[in-house]
């Protein structure tokens, strides 16, 4: 998928053709995939079409990522995507039905109220599998051996103790693989550098190049309040 690169960020984009015969028209998905409608039959040239809203993108992207919640009543954020959330009610099964390619995920509980929990447990589920692999996968190239990895519920993205225990949050399955990677790849870290110095950072970016940009999305994005779980 093409890409723009504005302000520092990078926004996908696809071009599409509209029903109106004069106008373009710009609109962000829930994904925050820009849709590029141009109108129909006319030679439209998207380019330029992108370059005369160059602001009003970056504006609007900017916008939609600060307002972007990993979980709320109507949706759901899984591996950087919003999914809608279909409540059926089940007596006998509780149970997720993820979908992401029709963009929702189906909840079967016995009562609504039991959404978030379900959710919780899905999240925990598949956080610990990530964070187990992706240590495994890891683990040959570390200049350092952590002693311990857990998935709980803590306050930020992820927490390395002086003992070399990683934690990570639940939530963290809701982030894009790139955002979960620079999580992971920051709390490794700190196993050599338990803080954020500047030798901290040169070490963060030899094994991720791009981590100050990956910090600024990160920072759009706000996990679900644990008082609400």
């Not at 509209?18 to 373009?24: A, D, L, N, V």
């Not at 992401?100 to 079967?108: A, C, D, L, Q, T």
Request: contains cysteine.
């Amino acid at each position: 998928m093409p890409a723009l690169e504005i302000g520092g960020r990078r926004i996908e984009y696809l071009v599409l053709r509209g029903t109106s015969r004069r106008y373009t028209y710009f609109r962000f998905r829930p994904d925050l995939t820009l849709e590029v409608v141009l109108p129909r039959g006319r030679l439209g040239d998207a380019s330029s079409a992108i370059g005369q809203k160059r602001e009003w993108i970056l504006r609007k992207y900017e916008e939609m990522q600060k307002t972007r919640r990993i979980l709320d009543d109507e949706r759901v954020m899984f591996d950087g995507r919003l999914l809608d959330i279909v409540y059926e009610k089940a007596l006998e099964k509780e149970e997720i039905l993820p979908d992401p390619e029709g963009g929702r995920v189906v909840v079967r509980a016995s009562e609504r109220s039991r959404v978030r929990e379900l959710v919780r447990r899905w999240f925990l589920r598949e956080t610990s599998r990530y964070v187990m692999k992706k240590l495994a996968d890891l683990a040959p190239t570390l200049p350092a051996v952590y002693k311990r990895a857990d998935v709980r519920e803590i306050k930020s993205w992820g927490y390395c103790t002086r003992t070399g225990r990683l934690s990570f949050s639940w939530q963290l399955i809701a982030l894009p693989e790139r955002l979960r990677e620079y999580v992971v790849f920051h709390e490794l870290t700190h196993l050599e550098e338990f803080n954020h110095s500047p030798s901290f950072k040169k070490k963060l970016a030899r094994v991720c190049p791009d981590y100050r940009q990956r910090e600024k999305e990160l920072d759009y994005i706000s996990p679900a309040e644990l008082s609400r779980i």
